[in-house]
């Protein structure tokens, strides 16, 4: 049985996957493949997604309202923000979900009620935008 033709063909799809891998003039993070070192790429056609939340303050008072804004990066037409606000005890305080603008901005302002605001402490929003690894988070603090 002739082996040549066998090794010959992995050979070559070495060769090509090496040279593919090589093609790009990026800094890239490098991987094993069968004991060989190459460097790896996202695919061309895929996008880091990031987002950022803020408040306009670090701390409120009963009454206040809380400014919270941020940045989703890219822009999907007809993604929406999930924006979770948790109070001191990690519980479910109030969920929103809201637009996102062409330019990736998303801004909301939340009203500190009786009703609702009962505990002082730190609470925390949680924002997601599209898929579940995309999020940000922000703490702050509230006393009535």
Known sequence: MNRKIPIAISVV????????????EDEHEPIQVNNSTFDSMPPAN??????TVTTDK???????AIVISGKVKPSIAGTQV???????????????????????IFQTTIMTTPASWKLDGTYSISVQYGSSDVKAQKAFYFSG
């Open 58 to 64: 670090s701390s409120y008072s009963m009454g206040d």
């Open 13 to 24: 799809i070495v060769a090509v996957i090496t040279t593919i891998f090589y093609l790009e």
């Open 46 to 51: 895929q996008t880091t997604s990031s987002i």
């Open 82 to 104: 999930t924006i979770l606000i948790l109070d001191p005890n990690n519980l479910l305080l109030q969920a929103e979900r809201i637009s996102v603008s062409t330019d990736g």
